[in-house]
């Protein structure tokens, strides 16, 4: 599914969360989405991951539109 293919009520919903709850989880539960993503996506994701949470977190990195074009469950 592309970017365009998702409806823009979805990509708010999803940006949305990214903000109010994955941005602002507390420790323990970065590690816990951090440990499940590891599992799931391997370990090159998942470094990118630790590497640019805090640039995501402070706004110095953009959230990609990769983010919106992945298969919604």
């Known amino acids: 599914m592309s970017y ?3 409806p823009y009520s979805t990509r708010s919903k999803i940006y949305n969360f990214l903000e109010k709850e ?3 989880a507390d420790d323990e539960t970065f590690r816990l989405i951090a440990n499940h993503y590891y599992k799931n996506y391997g370990y090159g994701p998942y470094n990118y991951l630790l590497k640019t ?3 995501w977190k402070r ?3 953009g959230i990609s539109s990769l983010t919106f ?3 919604i469950r």
Request: aromatic share 20%; proline share 0%.
């Open 4 to 6: 365009q293919e998702v």
């Open 69 to 71: 074009g992945c298969k």
């Open 22 to 24: 994955f941005l602002n």
């Open 53 to 55: 949470y805090n640039s």
């Open 59 to 61: 706004g110095w990195t």
